[in-house]
């Protein structure tokens, strides 16, 4: 389970961010996240990936602190994927950086073999975020947050995506958290779903899966 | 007031630095845009819309082939005649925001494409107050540099910039990426505002749901060819008056339809 307790961020000189949020994504959960522009979504997702410090409060795996060294357990996927890769190395150096994807695996995100020879800038939006989606799916990997990831692909291709990370999720007992500011997409993936606003979290109405 | 026939498009890219060859990029377009209305032109990343949009512009590179034509209100649109009416009678409102100059605050932006326009001093100053206040944008933004402009504040200074030319067609790349639901109302209703004066709009999207809520007419586009154009309206129920399996297919794979792939799409394409 990955808990966030009493977390709190502000960005001096402003009022916080977010005061007093607490989380818990169950393994093979998924969880969703939305809000407004600047409500700290994102912000959010970097502290529970620790890429950031909360101001106070503690996020933890099974009651553990996470080692921020070497593959962490937590993988935050941004919601721009050429600023997360290095723009001179080759699709398969930036496929194969934490681990070797099965070809079956590479298959299912729809990842064609003739990319991977090619420089990463020839590459169009969408087809870098699944590269960089299956780049994160290295063993040891426990939780995703996915910021966004979805909103710059038509949606044949967004449907593309989560259904392969949702099989792969279920595999693994991944558990991931959706942050988005499509309430649609948001009901179809997630049984969970909070709103982040006036720096509180609040429980979105409940909504099962048809 | 915009009619397309039979357009192609073809890039030139080097292999090797000694040899070129061409890539074809738009295969055969045909529609047309109606004066008053929205015309929305949808697609995948690289289905080819925004080089369809450079195209009209006449932004190409050195070296593009061209093949079809096109006619602005009935009259053959050439490569002189584009250069003519840009920022005139044609305005473009680009998908980048790095399209605003960093240096200059927003208002003598949209003042200095009112000038280009052809607009006398006195009068643009008029109309630059005029549509600043018609997008809602306030002194503090209308003072700012595009760095201290939030993301729909910029789109509504690139589109302010686009309706001050007094252009009758106006395309708009991607207006709505990366803003949140009350901002994309507000950039969707300004473009639906510009038809209301009898202007076309040319509204090219990834995101057909959001599209769907101001457009007339539709044009599905995939891997450079034009699938389909359709009334806004047959984008409903299961799409089941859609005439090309890519056009049900892209309806269906939304999130508030039925978020499947359509069986006789993934048939044809072998979807995996």
Same mark, same amino acid.
């Given at each position: 389970m990955l808990e966030a307790c009493q977390l709190c961020y502000a960005?001096?000189?402003?009022?916080?961010?977010? =005061?007093?949020v607490s989380l818990r994504i169950e393994a093979g959960e998924w969880v969703g996240l939305s809000g407004n522009s600047g409500a700290g979504k994102s912000t959010l997702g970097r502290l529970l990936a620790g890429y950031d410090e909360p101001t106070a409060g503690r996020i933890r795996i099974e009651g553990e602190r996470f080692s921020t060294? +070497?593959?962490?357990p937590v993988q935050w996927l941004p919601q721009s994927p050429e600023l997360a890769?290095?723009?001179?190395?080759?699709v398969v150096r930036v496929l194969n950086e934490a681990w070797e994807p099965p070809e079956a695996l590479r298959r299912a995100f729809g990842i064609?073999?003739?990319?991977?020879?090619?420089?990463?800038?020839?590459?169009?939006g969408g087809e870098l975020q699944r590269i960089c989606v299956l780049r994160a799916l290295?063993? +040891?990997?426990?939780?995703?947050?996915?910021? =966004?990831?979805?909103?710059?692909?038509d949606p044949i291709t967004q449907l593309a995506l989560w259904q392969a990370l949702k099989a792969e999720a279920e595999k693994r007992k991944l558990g991931v958290l959706v942050i988005s500011h499509d309430a649609a997409l948001l009901k179809r993936l997630c049984q969970r779903r909070y709103h982040l606003e006036n720096a509180r979290l609040h429980a979105a109405e409940h909504h099962q899966l048809p | 007031m915009l009619r397309i026939e039979q357009l192609s498009l073809a890039l030139p890219y080097y292999p090797r630095f000694w040899r070129r060859r061409y890539a074809t990029h738009l295969d055969q377009l045909s529609f047309s845009v109606a004066a008053g209305s929205v015309h929305a032109v949808v697609g995948a990343s690289g289905a080819g819309k925004s080089l369809l949009a450079h195209t009209i512009m006449g932004l190409l590179p050195k070296g593009a082939q061209l093949g079809g034509s096109c006619f602005f209100k009935e009259t053959p649109l050439d490569e002189p005649r584009k250069r003519a009416l840009r920022g005139r009678e044609l305005a473009l409102i680009p998908?980048?925001?790095?399209?605003?100059? /960093?240096?200059?605050?927003s208002q003598h932006q949209v003042n200095w494409a009112a000038r280009r326009a052809g607009l006398a001093p006195a009068s643009a100053r008029q109309t630059v107050c005029q549509a600043l206040a018609h997008y809602q944008l306030d002194e503090r933004a209308r003072r700012a540099y595009p760095h201290e402009l939030s993301g729909g504040m910029a789109r509504r200074v690139l589109t302010a910039m686009a309706h001050v030319t007094q252009a009758s067609l106006v395309i708009a790349d991607e /207006?709505?990426?990366?803003?949140d639901p009350a901002q994309r109302g507000r950039v969707l209703d300004a473009l639906a505002a510009l038809?209301?004066?009898?202007k076309a709009v040319m509204l090219i999207s990834h995101d057909l749901r959001h599209a769907?809520?101001?457009?007339?007419r539709v044009t599905v586009m995939h891997e450079g060819r034009c699938v389909e154009t359709a009334d806004?309206?047959?984008?409903?129920?299961?799409?089941?008056?859609?005439?090309?399996a890519y056009a049900r297919a892209l309806w269906q794979a939304l999130p508030d339809n039925a978020?499947?792939?359509d069986t006789e799409y993934a048939r044809e394409s072998h979807f995996a």
């Open positions: 960005f001096p000189p402003q009022p916080p961010l977010f =005061e007093d060294k +070497g593959l962490r890769v290095n723009p001179r190395w080759q064609k073999s003739q990319w991977l020879n090619r420089p990463v800038r020839t590459l169009s290295a063993p +040891g990997v426990r939780y995703l947050i996915a910021d =966004e990831i979805s909103t710059m692909l | 998908q980048s925001l790095s399209a605003l100059d /960093p240096l200059a605050r /207006p709505t990426v990366g803003l038809t209301r004066q009898g769907l809520n101001i457009a007339d806004a309206s047959a984008f409903q129920g299961t799409g089941q008056t859609l005439k090309s978020f499947t792939i």
